[in-house]
């Protein structure tokens, strides 16, 4: 058996080799590229699986940084309470790549075998700065402009970025996946993330973890100089976050989805 791992062209994979059970009974390779377009050959793949990176965009929507559009997203570095368009903007862009996603992993399957997906969303009744996650993220925003105001970096700068992230709401999901013709949907089902209060019971481990999770993105726009002073007064903010902190506001989930490839006569049959 054969295991294919993909990630990034600038990704190491020499550590990932490197962490694998040297008795193993499959052999193991990396792939380079963006799984939002064809990485191997047709009809070579037998199983695929994604596990908590489809809430990364290939791109930022243009409109969002554009100062002339109603969806300029000036002065935040997310949607997450954000006007509506900037939100719209996220969700059309994420629905596109989905959809690019699919159509490539449906030229890689074999008809008939499967793909699982573990993908980050938030509950169909709320919106992201209801969650946790969306708190942070605005947490992290506000660091940003609180050291524009202090000169540390320029607001043009903070204006200029956008974290490439979204979180679908459920059925937003469920529609975009089942709107594609190359799969049947053999199971869709939500699965509550582990209390962040348990995962990471402290501001510590809060900061940690969102620091290992977007300062690559920080460094290359930001640079390597103000993440020290940036996730200390983040840290310091979450801390004072009656929200953040209070394990009832853990409201993120996982939509775990299981598609099947249809065969060429099957997709012939639903068009």
Request: with cysteine; aromatic share 10%; charged share 20%.
């Amino acid at each position: 058996m054969l295991v294919f791992f993909n990630d990034h062209v600038l990704n190491d994979f020499k550590t990932l080799f490197q962490s694998l059970p040297p008795e193993r009974r499959y052999r193991a390779a990396g792939v380079a590229g963006s799984f939002y377009g064809r990485v191997l050959p047709k009809a070579s793949l037998h199983f695929a699986f994604s596990s908590s990176s489809l809430c990364w965009i290939s791109e930022l929507p243009e409109e969002i940084l554009d100062s002339n559009s109603p969806a300029w997203n000036k002065g935040r570095i997310h949607y997450t309470a954000a006007r509506k368009e900037v939100s719209e903007a996220y969700a059309l862009q994420y629905a596109k790549d989905l959809e690019a996603l699919l159509h490539a992993r449906a030229e890689e399957l074999v008809g008939g075998w499967l793909m699982a997906l573990l993908i980050p969303a938030v509950p169909n009744v709320m919106i992201s700065s209801e969650t946790t996650i969306g708190t942070e993220i605005d947490l992290l925003g506000s660091c940003h402009m609180e050291m524009a105001k202090m000169g540390s970096l320029s607001e043009a700068k903070v204006d200029s970025f956008n974290l490439p992230l979204y979180y679908p709401p459920n059925e937003e999901l469920e529609a975009s996946i089942e709107a594609n013709t190359s799969f049947s949907m053999e199971r869709m089902e939500i699965l509550n993330n582990p209390p962040k209060h348990v995962a990471m019971p402290s501001v510590r481990h809060r900061t940690l973890f969102l620091r290992a999770c977007f300062e690559g993105h920080l460094e290359n726009h930001f640079g390597s100089h103000i993440m020290d002073e940036l996730f200390k007064r983040y840290s310091k903010k979450v801390a004072e976050s009656s929200f953040t902190m209070n394990p009832d506001n853990d409201k993120s989930i996982f939509m775990l989805v299981l598609l099947k490839r249809k065969s060429a006569s099957s997709q012939n049959d639903s068009l």
